[in-house]
């Protein structure tokens, strides 16, 4: 007997805009802090002190990207209920604020509401912002914001809005970059990565991977973001982790570990634009970039 097709599932507007995500409690511990930096390489040279820094508990410090992991709600999208067809959903663009330096231990909650719900029309999918307020449990503080936005590919025709509240930054016209950065991945680098909590096989499985049209496991694209963060502290920083205090990006290709990462910065007063690129492919993998310098 033939089974009945399985309708197409489609998003509930004022559902999703409103869906209840519960809030994620993390004991941040030092262990987490190194784990991060090492998942994007950091320690790749043993005698390199300013990344030392990020990979061993004398002194240790804790990378500003570090933000955009910590208490962040895995698989809500995956409720029937919210009308998404997970299976289609890809990262699109990623940013954080800090209102104080991260710690690199301690007891952190994550407070994430869908902020809104863009209908890119039938056939063209639907893009989700959420914010996510992280707080120190001890004192009750924000120490840090995050926001994301997921391109569902398969939900777009609901009804919705169809006007992002988020613009792209611009890259400065009619000049090159100022400076620029080149930073390898290392073969094992996603394997390490995924540790920080976001075990998507797609980073890991060879066969997952093909299936989803890739001919191997891709980089995670919060280590791409994380990589451009590590060329900004190097070029503008001094390596200082306070005074990269905000940061964002358009997710536009994947990278393959393995590969080298040339990230491309435009200097301004008090802030600076950024794309990455691997020159091998010549692709444009993180676009739009933007950052506050301190």
């Known amino acids: 007997m033939t089974q009945p097709a399985t309708p197409p599932l489609r998003i509930d507007y004022p559902a999703l805009r409103n869906w209840p995500i519960a809030d994620v409690d993390l004991d941040l511990t030092a262990r987490d802090t190194m784990l991060y930096a090492l998942g994007l390489g950091m320690g790749a040279d043993p005698m390199d002190a300013h990344q030392l820094r990020f990979v061993y508990e004398d002194g240790l410090l804790a990378l500003p990207t570090l933000a955009v992991v910590l208490c962040q709600p895995m698989g809500w999208t995956g409720d029937p209920r919210t009308g998404i067809d997970r299976t289609k959903v890809v990262h699109g663009e990623q940013g954080f604020t800090l209102h104080r330096p991260l710690p690199v231990s301690g007891r952190l909650r994550g407070q994430t509401r869908v902020v809104e719900v863009v209908d890119k029309g039938e056939g063209r999918g639907a893009l989700i912002l959420t914010e996510t307020r992280i707080l120190d449990c001890a004192t009750g503080e924000c120490i840090a914001t995050t926001e994301s936005t997921s391109f569902a590919r398969a939900n777009g025709g609901f009804g919705g809005p169809s006007a992002s509240p988020k613009v792209p930054r611009s890259l400065p016209e009619g000049r090159a970059a100022d400076l620029a950065d080149e ?81 491309e910065i435009w200097r301004g007063d008090g802030e600076a634009w950024f794309r990455c690129t691997v020159p091998t492919r010549g692709a444009v993998v993180l676009n739009n970039g933007w950052a506050k310098i301190g």
């Open 183 to 263: 930073w390898p991945v290392l073969p094992q680098l996603a394997l390490i990565y995924r540790l920080s909590g976001d075990y998507n096989p797609l980073h890991a499985d060879p066969g997952f991977a093909a299936r989803a049209g890739y001919p191997q496991p891709i980089l995670h694209g919060r280590a791409t973001f994380g990589i451009a963060g590590i060329a900004l502290l190097r070029q503008l920083c001094g390596w200082d982790p306070t005074r990269l205090t905000a940061m964002e990006a358009r997710f536009s290709s994947p990278v393959f570990p393995g590969e080298t990462i040339r990230t």
